[in-house]
């Protein structure tokens, strides 16, 4: 395994939230990557691998994930204040000529960062997403807020279960640890997040589809249970410049199942301009 080539590490205050970010490589697009819920800048480490000898990677985490800490209210943070750590995590490593690379949720914050902020992002790609929950994940969600809190360990055997099957033993693993060491706080914000999603109903509720003018790149796994194809389809068909690709045998974390879903990112970041 490369050695991944660490040129910054620093923090940023954002109102109520520490970020910690992480910086490599200094050339070519600036490729700004966007965690899942209760993920971290970790997710991110063979993509890095492949990407920094040639382009601009940076990493951080939001309020309740890696080493970021909230110094005052509630651990979860608003759409708004994701966005806002967005764009203070771009302003603090001077990011520019930005491509907004997401997982999951991290792509709603990208969306809502683009309508918002259109002259910075040459082009968003986004893997693992969809407008509404389906039957899977609502299932999935309300199983997981119902259990007692001590059950950590078979909290975590639901997540994996339900969309984590095709993922490598280490990262099973790294799941159930992760829930074991979990704070009763952070675990509230995570079942808080949860209950979000499924009273949102739709992303549309979020995020004003017509609004986003940079070409969009959907990334999804065949094998994805929580993501429907068809939703997929329809959340392409609402972004004016949109494209998808269904990428065969992986599921909902792409990338952490199979390393050669790189080779599709490498193809798309080839056809962008610096």
């Given at each position: 395994?490369?050695?991944?080539?660490?040129?910054?590490?620093?923090?940023?205050?954002?109102?109520?939230?520490?970020?910690?970010?992480?910086?490599?490589?200094?050339?070519?697009?600036?490729?700004v990557c966007l965690n899942?819920?209760?993920?971290?800048?970790?997710?991110?480490?063979?993509f890095v691998s492949r990407f920094s000898q040639d382009h601009k990677i940076i990493l951080f985490d939001f309020p309740g994930q890696g080493k970021s800490s909230v110094e005052s209210g509630s651990l979860s943070a608003s759409i708004d204040e994701q966005?806002?750590?967005?764009?203070?995590?771009?302003?603090?490593?001077?990011?520019?000529?930005?491509?907004?690379?997401?997982?999951?949720?991290?792509?709603?914050?990208?969306?809502?960062?683009?309508?918002?902020?259109?002259?910075?992002?040459?082009?968003?790609?986004?893997?693992?997403?969809?407008?509404?929950?389906?039957?899977?994940?609502?299932?999935t969600i309300k199983k997981g807020c119902n259990m007692d809190d001590r059950e950590r360990k078979a909290m975590a055997q639901v997540l994996i279960k339900s969309f984590g099957e095709n993922l490598p033993g280490q990262i099973k693993e790294r799941i159930s640890k992760q829930f074991s060491a979990m704070s009763k706080e952070s675990l509230r914000a995570f079942c808080e997040h949860g209950l979000f999603i499924l009273s949102a109903k739709s992303l549309g509720d979020i995020v004003d589809f017509k609004n986003i003018k940079v070409e969009t790149i959907l990334l999804n796994g065949e094998k994805d249970t929580i993501i429907d194809l068809e939703d997929v389809k329809f959340l392409a068909a609402q972004i004016p410049n949109c494209k998808m690709k269904?990428?065969?045998?992986?599921?909902?974390?792409?990338?952490?199942?199979?390393?050669?879903?790189?080779d599709i990112y490498s193809d798309i970041l080839s056809t962008i301009n610096n």
């Open positions: 395994m490369k050695v991944l080539p660490a040129i910054t590490k620093g923090q940023v205050k954002i109102k109520r939230f520490i970020i910690p970010y992480r910086v490599y490589g200094n050339d070519g697009l600036h490729l899942g819920v209760q993920q971290s800048m970790a997710m991110w480490h063979s966005v806002e750590i967005l764009s203070g995590v771009i302003k603090a490593t001077g990011a520019s000529n930005i491509v907004l690379c997401s997982a999951s949720w991290g792509g709603v914050v990208a969306m809502v960062f683009a309508t918002k902020y259109p002259q910075l992002v040459k082009r968003l790609i986004l893997a693992g997403m969809g407008t509404r929950p389906n039957k899977k994940m609502v299932e269904i990428i065969k045998n992986v599921g909902h974390f792409l990338h952490l199942e199979d390393d050669n879903v790189l």
